[in-house]
Nanobody, 122 residues
Framework: QVQLVESGGGLVQAGGSLRLSCAASGRTFSGYPMAWFRQGPGKEREFVGTITSSGVTTVYANSVKDRFTISRENGKNTVYLQMNSLKPEDTAVYYC???????????????WGQGTQVTVSS
């Protein structure tokens, strides 16, 4: 089992920045690809970005590319989502996830955090 806890959400003005953290406990964190997903009000959960277990490779959704950056510190069992140039449409609950497959599909991730709310005001 892997337990995930997100933090760092909050209220920010458009154009601002936030950094989300996801702390993992349980089985070996460094062996898991990690991903961030989000679910906005009235919307389905959508892929934000993913990072390989080594941290070498990342993939992002087009909607956040060049604004968001995923990184990880395996020694601290933590993955981060740096969000810059935030827009009102980025408002959502953000979830981190861990899985055995490096994927953009939520079905491929076995472990999920409880989510953290990000609200971007215009």
């Amino acid at each position: 089992q892997v337990q995930l806890v997100e933090s760092g959400g909050g209220l920010v003005q458009a154009g601002g920045s936030l950094r989300l953290s996801c702390a993992a406990s349980g089985r070996t964190f460094s062996g898991y690809p990690m991903a961030w997903f989000r679910q906005g009000p009235g919307k389905e959960r959508e892929f934000v970005g993913t990072i390989t277990s080594s941290g070498v490779t990342t993939v992002y959704a087009n909607s956040v590319k060049d604004r968001f950056t995923i990184s990880r510190e395996n020694g601290k069992n933590t993955v981060y989502l740096q969000m810059n140039s935030l827009k009102p449409e980025d408002t959502a609950v953000y979830y981190c996830a861990a899985g055995k497959l490096w994927s953009t599909r939520s079905d491929d991730y076995n472990y999920w955090g409880q989510g953290t709310q990000v609200t971007v005001s215009s």
